[in-house]
Protein backbone atom coordinates (compact mmCIF):
# COMPACT_ATOMS: atom_id res chain seq x y z
CA UNK A 1 0.00 0.00 0.00
CA UNK A 2 1.35 3.43 -0.92
CA UNK A 3 2.36 5.22 2.04
CA UNK A 4 0.56 8.24 0.74
CA UNK A 5 -2.76 6.67 1.20
CA UNK A 6 -2.55 6.11 4.76
CA UNK A 7 -4.69 8.08 7.14
CA UNK A 8 -2.07 9.30 10.11
CA UNK A 9 -3.82 11.28 13.15
CA UNK A 10 -1.18 12.87 15.25
CA UNK A 11 -0.71 13.55 19.14
CA UNK A 12 1.88 16.08 20.15
CA UNK A 13 2.53 13.13 23.26
CA UNK A 14 3.66 10.76 20.35
CA UNK A 15 6.42 10.96 18.18
CA UNK A 16 4.88 11.59 14.37
CA UNK A 17 6.46 9.67 11.61
CA UNK A 18 9.39 10.93 10.14
CA UNK A 19 12.49 10.46 7.77
CA UNK A 20 13.45 7.48 10.11
CA UNK A 21 10.14 5.82 10.01
CA UNK A 22 9.78 5.99 6.42
CA UNK A 23 13.23 4.50 5.45
CA UNK A 24 12.22 1.74 7.63
CA UNK A 25 9.36 1.10 6.74
CA UNK A 26 10.88 0.94 2.69
CA UNK A 27 13.80 -1.47 4.15
CA UNK A 28 11.67 -4.63 5.47
CA UNK A 29 10.74 -7.19 2.92
CA UNK A 30 7.73 -9.53 4.66
CA UNK A 31 8.52 -12.16 1.88
CA UNK A 32 6.07 -15.16 3.55
CA UNK A 33 6.49 -13.79 7.42
CA UNK A 34 3.04 -14.58 9.10
CA UNK A 35 4.11 -12.66 12.48
CA UNK A 36 5.70 -9.49 12.99
CA UNK A 37 6.50 -7.56 15.70
CA UNK A 38 7.48 -4.21 16.16
CA UNK A 39 9.10 -2.80 19.30
CA UNK A 40 8.13 0.98 20.19
CA UNK A 41 4.98 1.45 18.22
CA UNK A 42 4.75 5.55 18.38
CA UNK A 43 2.12 6.45 15.60
CA UNK A 44 1.51 3.00 14.11
CA UNK A 45 2.33 4.04 10.46
CA UNK A 46 4.93 1.21 10.59
CA UNK A 47 2.88 -1.41 11.83
CA UNK A 48 0.09 -0.83 9.96
CA UNK A 49 1.91 -0.41 7.05
CA UNK A 50 3.41 -4.21 7.84
CA UNK A 51 0.08 -5.55 8.59
CA UNK A 52 -1.27 -5.04 5.21
CA UNK A 53 1.28 -7.86 3.81
CA UNK A 54 1.55 -9.62 7.45
CA UNK A 55 -0.92 -12.11 8.77
CA UNK A 56 -0.59 -10.85 12.19
CA UNK A 57 1.00 -7.90 13.56
CA UNK A 58 2.04 -7.09 17.55
CA UNK A 59 3.23 -3.51 18.54
CA UNK A 60 4.19 -2.37 21.60
CA UNK A 61 5.38 1.00 23.20
CA UNK A 62 5.92 2.09 26.43
CA UNK A 63 3.97 5.44 26.15
CA UNK A 64 0.01 5.15 26.31
CA UNK A 65 -1.09 7.81 24.40
CA UNK A 66 0.89 6.05 21.29
CA UNK A 67 -0.71 3.02 22.10
CA UNK A 68 -4.06 5.42 21.99
CA UNK A 69 -2.75 6.91 18.48
CA UNK A 70 -1.86 3.15 17.04
CA UNK A 71 -5.76 2.00 17.54
CA UNK A 72 -6.71 4.96 16.18
CA UNK A 73 -4.67 4.82 13.25
CA UNK A 74 -5.20 0.94 12.56
CA UNK A 75 -9.09 1.84 12.87
CA UNK A 76 -8.57 4.79 10.25
CA UNK A 77 -7.06 2.62 7.69
CA UNK A 78 -9.74 -0.65 8.22
CA UNK A 79 -6.57 -2.63 9.70
CA UNK A 80 -7.58 -5.30 12.28
CA UNK A 81 -4.57 -7.69 12.28
CA UNK A 82 -2.68 -5.15 14.87
CA UNK A 83 -2.40 -5.86 18.30
CA UNK A 84 -1.12 -3.44 20.72
CA UNK A 85 -0.04 -3.65 24.23
CA UNK A 86 1.90 -1.80 27.16
CA UNK A 87 6.00 -2.92 27.12
CA UNK A 88 9.05 -1.94 27.78
CA UNK A 89 11.20 -3.55 25.17
CA UNK A 90 10.44 -7.15 25.26
CA UNK A 91 9.32 -6.84 28.90
CA UNK A 92 5.82 -7.77 28.76
CA UNK A 93 6.43 -10.79 26.08
CA UNK A 94 6.36 -14.43 27.25
CA UNK A 95 9.89 -15.97 26.34
CA UNK A 96 8.77 -18.60 23.55
CA UNK A 97 7.07 -16.31 21.61
CA UNK A 98 8.85 -15.72 18.29
CA UNK A 99 8.65 -13.40 15.58
CA UNK A 100 9.41 -13.77 11.80
CA UNK A 101 9.83 -9.89 11.93
CA UNK A 102 11.69 -8.21 14.18
CA UNK A 103 10.88 -3.77 14.06
CA UNK A 104 12.97 -1.16 16.10
CA UNK A 105 13.43 2.33 15.77
CA UNK A 106 15.06 2.98 19.28
CA UNK A 107 15.22 6.35 20.87
CA UNK A 108 18.64 7.10 19.45
CA UNK A 109 19.62 10.65 20.54
CA UNK A 110 22.41 11.38 23.56
CA UNK A 111 21.15 13.15 26.16
CA UNK A 112 22.63 13.56 29.61
CA UNK A 113 19.47 13.86 31.78
CA UNK A 114 16.57 11.09 32.20
CA UNK A 115 13.19 11.62 30.20
CA UNK A 116 10.57 13.77 32.40
CA UNK A 117 7.68 12.97 29.78
CA UNK A 118 6.37 9.96 27.73
CA UNK A 119 7.69 12.31 24.19
CA UNK A 120 10.79 12.16 25.70
CA UNK A 121 11.45 8.31 25.57
CA UNK A 122 10.80 8.30 21.92
CA UNK A 123 13.90 10.30 21.41
CA UNK A 124 15.96 10.22 24.87
CA UNK A 125 18.86 7.27 24.51
CA UNK A 126 20.81 7.88 27.16
CA UNK A 127 24.51 9.49 27.76
CA UNK A 128 25.80 8.12 24.14
CA UNK A 129 22.30 7.15 22.39
CA UNK A 130 23.05 3.87 22.56
CA UNK A 131 21.10 2.59 25.71
CA UNK A 132 17.93 1.25 24.07
CA UNK A 133 20.11 -0.35 21.16
CA UNK A 134 22.21 -2.23 23.51
CA UNK A 135 19.13 -3.50 25.36
CA UNK A 136 17.69 -4.64 22.22
CA UNK A 137 20.84 -6.39 21.17
CA UNK A 138 20.76 -8.58 24.30
CA UNK A 139 17.04 -9.81 24.01
CA UNK A 140 15.89 -9.55 20.25
CA UNK A 141 17.41 -13.30 19.46
CA UNK A 142 14.81 -15.13 22.40
CA UNK A 143 11.78 -13.91 20.49
CA UNK A 144 13.19 -14.34 17.09
CA UNK A 145 11.82 -16.84 14.46
CA UNK A 146 14.79 -19.53 13.38
CA UNK A 147 14.55 -17.91 9.95
CA UNK A 148 13.19 -14.67 10.80
CA UNK A 149 14.91 -10.92 10.38
CA UNK A 150 15.49 -8.32 12.48
CA UNK A 151 15.51 -4.67 11.23
CA UNK A 152 17.16 -1.86 13.60
CA UNK A 153 17.28 1.70 12.47
CA UNK A 154 20.15 3.43 13.90
CA UNK A 155 21.63 6.78 13.52
CA UNK A 156 25.98 7.48 13.58
CA UNK A 157 24.74 9.46 16.94
CA UNK A 158 25.79 6.46 18.40
CA UNK A 159 28.99 4.21 16.70
CA UNK A 160 27.61 1.35 14.17
CA UNK A 161 30.72 -0.51 14.82
CA UNK A 162 29.66 -0.96 18.53
CA UNK A 163 26.69 -2.75 17.01
CA UNK A 164 28.40 -4.42 14.49
CA UNK A 165 30.81 -5.93 17.41
CA UNK A 166 28.07 -6.60 19.13
CA UNK A 167 25.94 -8.91 16.78
CA UNK A 168 29.24 -10.39 15.71
CA UNK A 169 30.39 -11.57 19.19
CA UNK A 170 26.97 -13.16 19.42
CA UNK A 171 26.91 -15.19 15.65
CA UNK A 172 24.52 -13.04 13.86
CA UNK A 173 24.51 -12.60 10.43
CA UNK A 174 23.44 -8.98 9.48
CA UNK A 175 24.06 -6.26 6.41
CA UNK A 176 23.28 -2.36 6.00
CA UNK A 177 20.24 -2.87 3.91
CA UNK A 178 19.54 1.13 3.62
CA UNK A 179 20.89 4.62 4.28
CA UNK A 180 19.91 8.20 4.24
CA UNK A 181 22.09 11.19 5.12
CA UNK A 182 20.76 13.97 6.92
CA UNK A 183 22.20 17.21 8.03
CA UNK A 184 23.92 16.06 11.12
CA UNK A 185 23.37 12.37 11.08
CA UNK A 186 22.96 9.13 8.63
CA UNK A 187 20.52 7.08 9.45
CA UNK A 188 21.25 3.27 8.86
CA UNK A 189 18.71 -0.18 8.51
CA UNK A 190 20.29 -3.13 9.59
CA UNK A 191 18.89 -6.52 8.93
CA UNK A 192 19.82 -9.16 11.14
CA UNK A 193 19.70 -13.20 11.30
CA UNK A 194 20.87 -15.52 12.84
CA UNK A 195 24.34 -17.07 11.59
CA UNK A 196 23.77 -20.68 9.68
CA UNK A 197 23.39 -23.60 12.18
CA UNK A 198 22.87 -20.98 14.64
CA UNK A 199 19.23 -21.08 15.69
CA UNK A 200 17.70 -20.34 18.93
Not at 18 to 34: R, V
Not at 44 to 62: F, M, P, T
Amino acid sequence: MDLFELIIAHDDRVYPPDENSYLLIDSISPNDSSKALEIGVGSGIVSINLAKKVDEVCGCDINPFALELSKKNASLNHINNLYLFSSNLFSSIKIGTLFDIIVFNPPYLPVDSPPRKYIDLSYNGGIDGGEYIRKFLNYFGMYLSPNGRAYLLQSSLYPLELTNKSLRLNHYDFEIINSLKLDFETLYVLEIRFAYNNTI
